[in-house]
């Protein structure tokens, strides 16, 4: 994967409010397990997991295992500091070809 290739992959991830939430949340107030997420975030653990597993791929945020409060062992994210420096040069190195344009699925950004 090119560098055009991954800033655009991180644009993906970012492209979802829910995800920028998470972004804004662990910035605000660093690490944090998944079900703490998902209590502020109002949704089900498993979508949370799925939203953070996007991010995770991109490289916008990263795991490791730690200690909940409760004692048990826990997931726990945290940010990866990022720069997004978008050109009209970086999207045109990344451009799409149309054939992959073609394969998306309509009216799915994550597709």
């Known amino acids: 994967m090119t560098a055009a290739d991954q800033i655009l992959s991180q644009l993906q991830a ?58 048990k062992a826990a997931n726990f994210f945290q940010i990866v500091p990022f720069n997004l420096p978008l050109t009209p040069e970086l999207i045109a190195e990344a451009r799409p070809s149309p054939t992959s344009l073609a394969n998306r699925k309509d009216g799915d950004p994550d597709a």
């Open 14 to 71: 970012l492209a979802n409010p829910v995800r920028l939430w998470i972004v804004a949340e662990l910035h605000r107030n660093g690490a944090q397990y998944v079900s703490e997420l998902a209590r502020k975030a109002g949704i089900s653990r498993p979508l949370l997991k799925m939203h953070l597993r996007k991010l995770e791929d991109t490289k916008l945020v990263s795991s490791e295992i730690g200690t909940a409060e409760n004692g």
